[in-house]
C-alpha cells in the first residue's frame, strides 16, 4: 500500500486518503496502519479539508490513540505536521485527562507533544492541571 501510495499522483491519491480517514482509529492502533498512516500525513498537510478530517478522527478517538502503543505516534505526528490551530480541537478534547495521560507509558509521549505544540495559554492550562492533581503528588 505504501509503495503504490508514493508511486500515485496527488489526485488519485485522494482514494487511498479517503478509505484511511474511514479506518484512521484501527489504522493508526496497528503497526503496519501506523506505517502507512505517517506516510499519509504528510500528504495531506496543505489541504486544510482533509487536515480537518483527520483532526477530527484523531480528536475523537484521543484517549484510545494516546494510550495505544501505536496510536500515540499517530498523535504525535499529527502534532508535528499539523498547525497549532488545527491542533486545539485534539488539545481541547485532552482537557481533565492530561494527568492521567501523563503518567501512563504511551500516553506520556503523546502529551509531552501536546505541550510543546500548545499555546502559551493553553501549556499553562495543561500544567496547572498536572500538577494540581493529587494523583502527581
Do not use: H
Request: net charge neutral; with cysteine; glycine share 4%.
Amino acid at each position: 500500500m505504501q509503495k503504490a501510495l508514493a508511486s500515485l499522483t496527488n489526485g488519485r491519491r485522494s482514494f487511498i486518503v479517503l478509505e484511511a480517514l474511514d479506518k484512521f482509529t484501527e489504522l493508526a492502533s496497528d503497526a503496519n496502519g501506523l506505517c502507512l498512516i505517517k506516510k499519509l500525513l504528510p500528504l495531506i498537510r496543505g489541504d486544510s479539508e482533509l487536515a480537518a478530517s483527520v483532526m477530527d478522527k484523531i480528536t475523537k478517538s484521543s484517549i484510545e490513540l494516546a494510550q495505544s502503543p501505536y496510536g500515540n505516534y499517530a498523535i504525535q505526528v499529527a502534532l508535528e505536521l499539523f498547525s497549532a490551530e488545527e491542533c486545539v480541537p485534539l488539545l481541547e478534547s485532552l482537557k481533565g485527562k492530561y494527568t492521567q495521560l501523563s503518567m501512563l507509558k504511551f500516553s506520556s509521549n503523546a502529551i509531552e507533544r501536546c505541550i510543546e505544540k500548545a499555546s502559551p495559554k493553553m501549556q499553562n492550562e495543561i500544567i496547572k492541571e498536572i500538577i494540581s492533581s493529587e494523583k502527581f503528588l
